[in-house]
């Protein structure tokens, strides 16, 4: 990946485009980004592990073709 010049490098470079006073804020939004994220994904697994007879057995859907031949 990344060794420790490059990571330092790349710091520097962020410092000096953005500033110091924005990093703070970039960093705070960065931090509440991972955690929405994370909420969501614990989220999908609970609804994933609440509802697992619609997995095994997904109900089916009559299409019109199929219907207008019963009905012949």
Do not use: H
Not at 21 to 36: H, M
Not at 40 to 62: C, S
């Amino acid at each position: 990946m990344f060794g420790t010049t490059e990571l330092i490098v790349i710091a520097l470079v962020i410092f000096v485009l953005f500033g110091a006073s924005s990093i703070p804020r970039f960093a705070k939004s960065l931090g509440q980004a991972k955690g929405e994220f994370e909420k969501g994904v614990k989220d999908g697994k609970a609804q994933d592990k609440a509802k697992p007879a619609e997995k095994a057995a997904p109900k089916k859907r009559a299409s019109k073709a199929a219907a207008a031949k019963k009905k012949e």
